[in-house]
């Protein structure tokens, strides 16, 4: 597919086939996403994928976690900011609601939500995970280099025919995925993301999240 097809098909999967990826796949992806742009050329991203029988133990790892640690053991940094205003909070909470609506869970349903949200962390039934984790001693404009690394995964991945769903989710289980994934001290858990073929049959994949119009977050000078 051209790039304009792969930027529009490209969305958060939350319900995978168990068809697996191919290991030259997910090689090429990233052999090709790590083409993305970095300030000074650092390449801040540590990647570590994850698929088979250490997948399996992780999710059987994470059914435990989850219900011994609902809250996660300790998050390192703050996924959305402490006050998040409109319209960014806005924005937030229409998808929140436009999804769950699509898969009949009604806001007073605080338990269905839990159970829900805790398929995050069964990475959705996907047959491979990626892990980006970062040096510590990075700042702010390496985590933007990570982010612009992952979108070209993303592309990647729908160039070849498959689907993703980035999970910043798992940062409230740094401990719990630090061991797992042996890594050292200097190394801080960013994200994961499930990787897979999208499965029709799941009602959340029907949902195809809003953008804001140009004109909410564009100004043009001089044109």
Known sequence: MDLVEAINSRRSVRGFLNTPV????????????????????????QIQVVAGEPLAQLKATMLKKVEELPGGDGSEY???????????????????????????????DKAGRKRWFARNFQFFGAPMALFCTIDRRMGPPQWSDCGMFLQ???????????????????????????????????????????????DPGEPANRLYADRAPLEAFTKFRGL
């Open 22 to 45: 191919p290991t030259e796949t997910i090689r090429r992806v990233l052999a090709i996403a790590s083409r993305a742009p970095s300030g000074g050329n650092v390449q801040p991203w």
């Open 78 to 108: 703050d996924i959305y900011p402490k006050e998040l205003v409109s319209p960014h909070r806005d924005y937030r909470f229409k998808l929140g609601e436009d999804m769950y609506a699509q898969i009949g869970i009604p806001r007073e």
């Open 152 to 198: 070209t995964v993303m592309l990647m991945l729908r160039a070849e025919g498959l689907d993703s769903c980035p999970q910043e989710c798992w940062a409230i289980y740094p401990k719990t995925i630090g061991e797992f994934l042996e890594l050292p001290p200097e190394q801080m858990l960013f994200c994961g993301m499930a990787i897979g073929q999208a």
